[in-house]
């Protein structure tokens, strides 16, 4: 379970940018003090995109390119994000693997009540994408904190707000869930 006195509640995400930004936020959390935004550093180190030192333009500018490549990959995001972690030499992500892996779930629904399991008994959140009623997608953060024993989802395009719930199924509500990936601290 997780205490969200840890939890970093600030971060707001630029357009775009949510898959990323929810990783960010769980690394920030199990690390207890990387920057969310270290997460674009880190990526645009990674696949050599420019950002002239601004974080800022390190997020605009790995939204521009994750958005293609998981589409010319035909893959999913979390795909992506999940291989970066479990590859890349970049110091952000290879501090990250000390510290906690990934476990990719195509059909997040299917698999609802082993997730609830997993996020009930580990420190662990669920790295989640759905369908936006008014078209495309986004990713938000789910867990389960330990001092009310409720689930909550962490939307990064949501600053300042947690909302949580005893039921995943009402925390979850009328979204359309997609992949995700579990994210187990070691």
């Known amino acids: 379970m997780i205490d969200l006195a840890l939890l970093d509640v600030v971060f707001g995400q630029q357009p775009t940018s949510c898959v990323l930004s929810s990783y960010g936020i769980i690394a920030n959390y199990f690390s207890q003090g990387t920057a969310v935004d270290e997460a674009f550093v880190a990526y645009c180190d990674h696949y050599g995109i420019g950002y002239n030192n601004n974080r ?29 972690h479990r590859t890349s030499m970049r110091n952000y992500f290879m501090v990250n693997r000390g510290l906690f892996y990934g476990e990719f779930i195509l059909d997040v629904t299917a698999q609802l009540p082993y ?59 009328q979204r359309i869930l997609r992949d995700g990936t579990l994210f187990i601290g070691i």
Not at 56 to 81: M, R, T
Request: glycine share 12%.
């Open 56 to 84: 800022i333009v390190a997020e605009n500018n790995y939204a521009d390119y994750f958005n293609n490549d998981w589409q010319v990959q035909n893959c999913k995001g979390g795909e992506l994000i999940l291989a970066l």
């Open 115 to 173: 997730i609830a399991a997993q996020l009930h008994n580990h420190s662990a959140f669920l790295s989640v994408g759905f369908n936006n009623p008014g078209g495309g997608f986004h990713n938000i953060v789910i867990g389960k904190e330990q001092a009310q024993n409720s689930f909550f989802i962490r939307d990064p395009a949501a600053p300042n707000g947690v909302n949580g719930t005893q039921n995943i199924n009402q925390l979850i509500g």
